[in-house]
């Protein structure tokens, strides 16, 4: 079993509707949770960082920990076409100087 | 946020010449980056670890004296891809975590470079 499981689409929804990217993840030390975004043929941007479980909105963009479950969710509301990228799962344990580990990504494209 | 910068952007090279890659933080000292591949269509692979003033520290099979890394300061980890080959033809990506005070820490990307060996 991989460390973080991504599904990796493709997902295809209509503008403005509210879109729900998960991860799950094996190793029960993770405490620090991003998502990034990243358009084709660019480098990933940090979208939410989440510490330990909770809820954190931003815009139209919030975040989901479920420690218990072992689960990471980011929500889309009131899709726009700009938003079509891949979507990155990350997760670390520690705050230290480790590298993050992926999820494989998923493809979204929002079609207007 | 924080700015991790990467350059070139783009590069094409001859087979058998070497192309360095930069990355470097913008407005924060980074002791550590950290070294990505990615393939089309694929996640973000790390190759390796770069430490300020010490050796970089390298994932299983990929090849210290083909991808050499230096971090010579604590803004400037440079990677560099010798006698390269079509097969190392990629989208290579730097990043950095911001070390805060608290709980916080966040990792920034470059902008990645995609290159390209004929």
């Known amino acids: 079993q991989k460390e973080v499981e991504q599904d990796p689409g493709p997902l295809s929804v209509p503008e403005g509707a509210i879109v729900s990217l998960n991860c799950t993840y094996s190793?029960?030390?993770?405490?620090?949770f991003m998502w990034y975004r990243q358009y084709s043929r660019k480098g990933p941007e940090l979208l939410m960082y989440t510490y330990s479980s909770g809820n954190k909105e931003d815009g139209r963009f919030t975040a989901q920990v479920d420690k218990s479950s072992k689960y990471i969710s980011l929500f889309i509301r009131d899709s726009q076409p700009s938003d079509s990228a891949t979507y990155l799962c990350a997760m670390s344990p520690t705050a230290g100087n480790t590298p993050l580990v992926f999820g494989k990504g998923t493809r979204l494209s929002v079609i207007a | 946020g924080a700015v991790v910068s990467q350059h070139p952007s783009r590069v094409i090279c001859k087979s058998g010449t070497s192309v360095k890659i930069e990355c470097r933080s913008l407005?924060?000292?980074?002791?550590?980056m950290f070294w990505y591949r990615q393939f089309p269509k694929q996640s973000l692979m790390l190759m390796a670890t770069s430490n300020e003033g010490s050796k970089a520290t390298y994932e299983q099979g990929v090849e210290k004296d083909k991808f050499l890394i230096n971090h010579a300061s604590l803004t400037l980890s440079t990677l560099t891809v010798t006698s390269a080959h079509p097969e190392d033809s990629s989208f290579y990506i730097c990043s950095a975590r911001v070390i805060g005070q608290g709980v916080n820490t966040e990792a920034f990307f470059g902008q990645g470079t995609r290159l390209t060996v004929v």
């Open positions: 407005d924060f000292q980074a002791t550590t």
């Open positions: 190793n029960s030390a993770f405490q620090y």
